[in-house]
């Protein structure tokens, strides 16, 4: 073989890189690639362009009403609802963990509670989802639902008032 047929098969050859160059600006080409037995070059031209696709922001078009204040209880922070006592004798059940409230099991079934019904301590009142787990909530405390302070599949947080229940309609 002479000289000149192996620098015209090389792949590395400057002056086949040179022309190869000019095509890749004449075409406005990126990148070449080229492999011949073992050999192979791959040019690239200009820096890679990174695409941010923009992003949409949905403005909130829900309001809902501030969670009325919880009392401060001497207890801290537990993983049971807390009752507390409000109006002398009504007590508020409020939420053990931040999650989702569920007033039912499905949505094809009867809610757990529903107002004027009497709970015992073992009764489960509504189910939170957290991180995936459905925990069921009991009253803990004996009487009469008086008032339900959430909506089914509204986002909560821990210590928010859930429901309140009167020991004496029992």
Same mark, same amino acid.
Request: glycine content about 4%; proline content about 9%.
């Given at each position: 073989?002479?000289?000149?047929? &192996? @620098?015209? $098969?090389? /792949?590395?050859?400057?002056?086949?890189?040179?022309?190869?160059?000019?095509?890749?600006?004449?075409?406005?080409?990126?990148?070449?690639?080229?492999?011949?037995?073992?050999?192979?070059?791959?040019?690239?031209?200009?820096?890679?362009?990174? /695409?941010?696709?923009?992003?949409?922001?949905?403005? $909130?078009? &829900?309001?809902?009403? =501030?969670?009325?204040?919880?009392?401060? &209880?001497?207890?801290?922070?537990?993983?049971?609802?807390?009752?507390?006592?409000?109006?002398?004798?009504?007590?508020?059940?409020?939420?053990?963990?931040?999650?989702?409230?569920?007033?039912?099991?499905? =949505?094809?079934?009867?809610?757990?509670? @529903?107002?004027?019904?009497? /709970?015992?301590?073992?009764?489960?009142?509504?189910?939170?989802?957290?991180? @995936?787990?459905?925990?069921?909530?009991?009253?803990? &405390?004996?009487?009469?639902?008086?008032?339900?302070? /959430?909506? $089914?599949?509204?986002?909560?947080?821990?210590?928010? =008032?859930?429901?309140?229940? $009167?020991?004496?309609?029992?």
């Amino acid at each position: 073989m002479s000289a000149s047929e &192996t @620098k015209s $098969d090389d /792949v590395f050859d400057v002056e086949r890189i040179r022309r190869l160059v000019q095509l890749m600006e004449q075409h406005d080409l990126r990148e070449i690639d080229l492999r011949k037995s073992e050999q192979r070059i791959r040019l690239c031209r200009g820096a890679d362009e990174v /695409v941010l696709a923009p992003r949409a922001t949905v403005p $909130d078009t &829900t309001t809902r009403p =501030p969670a009325p204040p919880v009392p401060a &209880t001497g207890a801290g922070r537990t993983t049971e609802p807390a009752a507390t006592a409000v109006d002398d004798h009504l007590t508020v059940i409020t939420s053990p963990m931040v999650g989702t409230y569920y007033s039912r099991a499905n =949505p094809n079934m009867e809610p757990y509670v @529903k107002v004027g019904d009497v /709970v015992e301590p073992e009764t489960t009142i509504c189910v939170i989802e957290a991180m @995936k787990v459905f925990n069921e909530i009991p009253a803990e &405390t004996r009487g009469k639902i008086v008032a339900i302070l /959430v909506e $089914d599949e509204e986002p909560i947080d821990f210590g928010r =008032p859930l429901f309140k229940l $009167d020991p004496r309609g029992v």
